[in-house]
Nanobody, 118 residues
Framework: QVQLVESGGGSVQAGGSLRLSCAAA????????MAWFRQAPGKEREAVAS????????YITNSVKGRFTISQDNAKNTVYLQMNSLKSEDTAMYYC???????????WGQGTQVTVSS
C-alpha cells in the first residue's frame, strides 16, 4: 500500500499562486502514475493533472492548461502541482492519487483545500 500526504493548500486571491506537494511513502516502487484531482462543493471529482513516473510525461486538463504544472522529484518521492494565475473556479479540495496501472488510481491522500477569492 502507498501512503500519500498532501500539503500546500490555502487561501489566495485571484491571480495568485500556490504549490501543492504530495509525499509518497510505503510501497512506492509499485507506482507508475501519480495525479492530482479536485472536487468542488456540489461538483464531481475531476482529474487535473497526471504524471508518468517512468518518463515524466504529463497530462493537464484543458481548464488549467497554461496555468498549472505537474512535476516530480523522485529523490524525495514527491509530486508537485504548481498553480499560477488562480481563479475562483479553482476553489476545491485537491487530492493526490497514485496508480500501479496508469488511470486506475487506488491510493489517495486526505486532500488539501484550495480557496481562491476574487
Amino acid at each position: 500500500q502507498v501512503q500519500l500526504v498532501e500539503s500546500g493548500g490555502g487561501s489566495v486571491q485571484a491571480g495568485g499562486s500556490l504549490r501543492l506537494s504530495c509525499a509518497a511513502a510505503g510501497y512506492i516502487d509499485s507506482i507508475t502514475c501519480m495525479a492530482w484531482f479536485r472536487q468542488a462543493p456540489g461538483k464531481e471529482r475531476e482529474a487535473v493533472a497526471s504524471i508518468y513516473s517512468g518518463s515524466s510525461s504529463t497530462y493537464i486538463t484543458n481548464s488549467v492548461k497554461g496555468r498549472f504544472t505537474i512535476s516530480q522529484d523522485n529523490a524525495k518521492n514527491t509530486v508537485y502541482l504548481q498553480m499560477n494565475s488562480l481563479k475562483s473556479e479553482d476553489t476545491a479540495m485537491y487530492y493526490c492519487a497514485a496508480a500501479r496501472f496508469c488511470g486506475n488510481y487506488n491510493d489517495w491522500g486526505q486532500g488539501t483545500q484550495v480557496t481562491v477569492s476574487s
